[in-house]
């Protein structure tokens, strides 16, 4: 039996000058289109998630070192849209312990609703000198518009 090429399974030759392939039957390279790439909007905060323990401390070691603050700091602690919002204040009452975990003050606590236990997310804006502590069902409320959104969209 002679043998038989069959040229739909024989890869085409290979252009001399670029290395690549060319396109079955015309001789030209294919090319793919280029991936847009967005631009990644700059991080200026950060982020952390932890739990109240019993005591209503809130640890909170990588948000401080984000702020650099201080052992001892003066703060101003006070309630905002349901989160708690501490800020540097040399008039403050109340003091950054030296044990990076947050005393959040019962009447915050209670206003918030925050309990033992729950989970907290925690975001250091060093630009404005502001640690926000926010219950996770506040931030679940925030989410639940975009989530529906984009449950919408799947459906689409």
Known sequence: MAEQIITGLVPPPKIADSG???????GER???PLPVITRRRELLTTYG????DASGRIPAAP??????WPPGLSLTVRVV???????PDPGGVHRLPST?????????RAECGLRASDVVVLVADPQ???LLIYPLVTV??????????????ESV
Not at 141 to 150: D, K, P
């Open 81 to 87: 849209l349901g989160a708690v919002v501490l800020q």
């Open 20 to 26: 690549s392939s060319p396109e079955a039957g015309t």
């Open 128 to 130: 404005r000198g502001m």
């Open 30 to 32: 294919r090319s793919l």
């Open 63 to 68: 948000v401080l070192h984000a702020l650099e």
């Open 140 to 153: 679940d409320e925030v989410l639940a518009q975009r989530h529906a959104m984009i449950w919408v969209g």
């Open 100 to 108: 990076q975990r947050i005393k959040v003050p019962a009447t915050a």
């Open 49 to 52: 998630m932890t739990r109240v």
